[in-house]
Nanobody
Framework: QVQLVESGGGLVQAGDSVRLSCAAS????????MGWFRQAPGKEREFVAAINWSGISPLYADSVKGRFTISRDKNTVYLQMNSLKPEDTAVYYCAARYGSRYFTDQYEYNYWGQGTQVTVSS
């Protein structure tokens, strides 16, 4: 079992930067691929970024490419979000999947955090 706890959300202005953190506990974190997803009001949850155990070649949704950066260290995965836009407003979730491969499909992930709200005002 893996427990995930996100933090770092809040209310920001368009153009600002925010860093989200997801602290993992319970199992060997390095054995898990990690992903960030988000869900805006009235919309489906969507893929944002993913990183495998090695941290090499992370994957990004086209909508955040060049603005967001996913990274990880011993027990935490981060999402650095720069040049934020109002359309980035959502609840952001981190997710974990056992194994070295990462996926954009949320149903491939077994463990989820509770989510953290990011609101970007114009």
């Amino acid at each position: 079992q893996v427990q995930l706890v996100e933090s770092g959300g809040g209310l920001v202005q368009a153009g600002d930067s925010v860093r989200l953190s997801c602290a993992a506990s319970g199992r060997t974190f390095s054995n898990y691929a990690m992903g960030w997803f988000r869900q805006a009001p009235g919309k489906e949850r969507e893929f944002v970024a993913a990183i495998n155990w090695s941290g090499i070649s992370p994957l990004y949704a086209d909508s955040v490419k060049g603005r967001f950066t996913i990274s990880r260290d011993k027990n935490t995965v981060y999402l650095q979000m720069n040049s934020l836009k109002p359309e980035d407003t959502a609840v952001y979730y981190c997710a974990a999947r056992y194994g070295s491969r990462y996926f954009t499909d949320q149903y491939e992930y077994n463990y989820w955090g509770q989510g953290t709200q990011v609101t970007v005002s114009s």
